[in-house]
């Protein structure tokens, strides 16, 4: 072969080495959807380069024809190559199948036959020459009737695959998506411009196909999309198959707070198709919302609730806004994102009515408790007090059968209105309006008053009642005495009622210099572990009872508790299940007088 030099094959040789530096860099990154193609691309532009370069270098005819041919396999494969990447890029390779890709390939495959077989037939170059008219010798060439065919076919495919990016360009909202699709089309447009002119016969120089040199800026432009907005790392339609395919509505407005994009789940939200939204400010669309965006248009984000539609249509929604920053840090425009949360506030909604229902029905719960209790006190009263007066023989000596009898009511009697008692303090507990009456009193007159009304029934159960007073404590201290013997009375009682044998210690010491405690402990069946956390709750037994071997309502460790925590102290519990059970009661220390 005989070679020449021309300066046209220098920015030949520059393309091809350019558009070889895509293909390694695209194919390291071939996992990314659309980089594969993109190498195929650039690898059949840069071997149409060098061998137009290696064509152009070339001295004579038979050498020109040879490298011209080799330049058909990137010329007659660059136009399916071309169609690959596009349906890539705008997500619909599932359509290339491998059959479709052969069928696309029939066309290219016969070309590439041909041109090697072409003086057999010169269905591709009805006639070659060599032309020195020009600045360089050129070959000359007359086409047969298969390279038009291949024209329009190729032209076919190029035009397909640039309708599918302009489709990508119009669809594109944000501006590194049109930036990207613009830099491609430019990139690959601009070479099949050049071909048109050289296939025409309109190139400015004679017989220079200027096809090759517009890869040069072809290949510039595919490298600044590539580097500059790192073309393989984000595929626009990826990101719009994602975003059209979620639940929640997005739109993108730009630095005028105007709608540039919003998915289908945000068209059916705001009741509009994105082709009256978008150009529409935001204020327009988000009806009732006019000063949204603007009230928080200075925080990068921030969550709020608000409600679209009317009557049974009305929705509620979470709604986001977020900056977006451009490359340079600079606001870019807004993301709203719409999150329908209308069942979840009518949840909220229901369980805020039944809270309020709750709370009112035990309000008026409370309200009747205290006014039955009341009613039913004063009767009581009466009952017990008419009845201890016939016991005491007032209206005339009883027969033995009589005095059972009255027994049995003033027992009866004494239990109902115990148990009043502690309903209507429960219910004054329960609205809070139980206040206590502070005045001093003497340490031994607590003991004393639980000795006598507890002693005869402790002596009944064969009990033993053992008080102790230890020396620490104060002869007389602050409180309301007639609560802390409530207090001791309902422990002890329990102990007594409780146990069948053994004794009931009850005592009264100070654990510290600032408390003073009643402790009271039996022998009793003692408490399971498992009923520790509820053995105080209203309307509770051991067994989780109201009605069983032993009376009472269960309410008597709740109003112990309750008044203990309301005189700014606290109970504790230690039982086992047959070791007995000790309850202590420690309350602040407010000594009137120390014992000397």
Not at 437 to 461: C, H
Request: some cysteine.
């Amino acid at each position: 072969m005989n070679w020449q030099y021309t300066p046209y094959i220098i920015p030949l040789i520059i393309a091809t080495i350019i558009l070889g530096a895509l293909v390694l860099y695209a194919w390291r990154r071939h996992s990314v959807s659309g980089a594969t193609a993109f190498a195929l691309l650039m690898l059949v532009i840069a071997e149409w380069s060098l061998g137009y370069a290696l064509e152009l270098g070339s001295a004579d005819l038979a050498s020109k024809i040879f490298w011209g041919k080799v330049e058909y396999l990137g010329i007659a494969t660059m136009p399916v190559a071309w169609l690959a990447f596009a349906l890539a890029y705008t997500h619909w390779d599932s359509w290339l199948t491998h059959r479709r890709l052969i069928a696309l390939a029939i066309v290219p495959f016969m070309t590439i036959i041909l041109i090697w077989t072409n003086e057999a037939h010169g269905l591709i170059w009805f006639q070659t020459g060599l032309n020195v008219d020009g600045p360089f010798p050129a070959l000359e060439i007359r086409y047969g009737r298969w390279f038009w065919i291949h024209t329009v076919y190729s032209y076919t495919l190029i035009t397909w695959g640039t309708i599918l990016l302009i489709r990508m360009l119009i669809r594109s909202s944000p501006q590194l998506y049109r930036l990207q699709t613009s830099a491609i089309l430019i990139g690959t447009v601009i070479p099949w411009i050049g071909n048109g002119i050289y296939v025409f016969g309109l190139s400015p120089i004679p017989h220079l196909d200027l096809t090759p040199f517009a890869f040069t800026i072809s290949g510039l432009v595919m490298a600044w999309s590539l580097f500059r907005f790192r073309l393989l790392d984000i595929v626009p339609i990826a990101r719009r198959a994602v975003v059209d395919s979620m639940r929640d509505g997005v739109i993108v407005l730009d630095t005028q707070n105007r709608v540039v994009d919003l998915n289908p789940a945000a068209q059916i939200i705001i009741g509009i198709v994105d082709s009256e939204a978008i150009g529409q400010p935001v204020s327009t669309i988000l009806a009732g919302q006019a000063d949204l965006i603007e009230r928080y248009q200075d925080m990068s984000l921030r969550h709020i609730e608000i409600s679209l539609g009317r009557d049974e249509n009305r929705k509620h929604y979470e709604l986001q806004i977020s900056t977006l920053f451009d490359q340079g840090s600079h606001i870019a425009g807004r993301l709203i994102v719409l999150h329908d949360i209308t069942n979840r506030k009518a949840t909220e909604d229901a369980l805020a009515l039944a809270r309020d229902q709750a709370l009112e029905a035990s309000h008026w719960k409370t309200e009747l408790l205290a006014k039955v209790s009341h009613e039913l006190r004063t009767p009581l009263s009466a009952i017990l007090g008419y009845a201890e007066l016939i016991e005491l023989g007032l209206y005339g000596p009883l027969t033995d059968k009589q005095e059972y009898a009255i027994a049995k009511i003033i027992k009866s009697t004494q239990e109902q209105t115990s148990l009043v008692n502690e309903l209507l303090d429960q219910a004054q507990l329960d609205a809070s309006r139980l206040k206590l009456n502070i005045t001093s009193f003497t340490v031994s007159d607590i003991i004393e008053g639980m000795l006598s009304k507890l002693g005869f029934q402790a002596k009944a159960k064969g009990i033993a009642l053992i008080t102790d007073i230890t020396d620490d404590m104060p002869t007389t201290l602050s409180g309301d005495p007639a609560r802390l013997q409530q207090i001791l009375l309902n422990l002890a009682g329990n102990a007594i009622k409780f146990s069948e044998q053994g004794e009931v210690r009850v005592r009264l010491f100070c654990p510290s210099k600032t408390h003073w405690a009643m402790q009271v402990s039996d022998n009793g069946p003692g408490i399971p572990a498992e009923a520790h956390s509820h053995i105080f709750e209203p309307f509770q037994q051991i067994d989780g009872s109201v009605t069983r071997k032993f009376d009472g309502a269960g309410l008597g460790l709740s109003i112990v508790k309750q008044l203990t925590e309301l005189m700014g102290g606290q109970i504790t519990l230690e039982s086992e299940v047959g070791q007995g059970s000790t309850f202590t009661v420690t309350l602040p220390l407010t000594p009137i007088q120390k014992v000397t």
